[in-house]
């Protein structure tokens, strides 16, 4: 009973197998100023929730098979033609239109460069990443946008060189497959389940 819930599509319909709840038993809460009287109870909840990628999913699937994919328009009547989207937009914000998927790992490992930097030493809840967390914006040749992401090996600075890393090994076909390290770091030095 402890089997995590799974799901695939076929036909069109969402196909749903193993456990989607976990009953987990309440607690009393008591006040200790007043005998340890009760004054309520904790009503554990852990639910699975489906997540559906759309028309972002090849971008997910192809990290963690180290590639980048972004999106450009290439719609002949929109001002914004040839424009590069990273992050992955579906559709162009200027026409609408629907944008064509690009592999753009190259120019990744060729220009990407960090364009400002935070440095967190707490984070929220659910965060697996190891503090402190190094969140970057990166920018690339020829693309109008920036794209979050964090750096996984040194300190950042603005207009350091950076070179993307993907978990090629167990991905977790969520953003978190991507990372960055400093142009020049070794393959060796990379964090487990990484390569370039
Ligand atoms: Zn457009």
Not at 111 to 130: N, P, Y
Request: aromatic share 10%; with cysteine.
């Amino acid at each position: 009973m402890s089997m995590f819930g799974q799901v695939y599509v076929k036909n069109n319909q969402y196909k749903i197998k193993g456990n989607f709840h976990h009953m987990t038993p309440n607690q009393p809460i008591r006040n200790a100023d007043d005998g340890w009287k009760l004054m309520g109870v904790t009503n554990p909840r852990d639910m699975t929730y489906m997540h559906s990628y759309g028309g972002e999913a090849i971008f997910f699937e192809s990290l963690g098979k180290g590639k980048l994919m972004a999106t450009r328009c290439d719609n002949r009547k929109c001002d914004m033609k040839g424009t590069i989207y990273q992050p992955f937009r579906i559709h162009c914000m200027s026409c609408l239109g629907k944008n064509t998927v690009i592999d753009m790992t190259k120019l990744a490992k060729k220009s990407a460069k960090i364009h400002t930097f935070m440095v967190c030493e707490r984070s929220g809840a659910f965060s697996i990443l190891d503090k402190p967390i190094k969140f970057i914006n990166i920018e690339f040749d020829g693309v109008p946008t920036i794209l979050m992401s964090y750096l996984s090996i040194g300190d950042p600075k603005i207009g350091m060189k950076v070179i993307p890393i993907f978990r090629t090994t167990n991905p977790t076909y969520t953003i978190l497959d991507l990372s960055w390290v400093p142009v020049g770091t070794k393959e060796t030095n990379l964090p487990e389940g990484f390569s370039f």
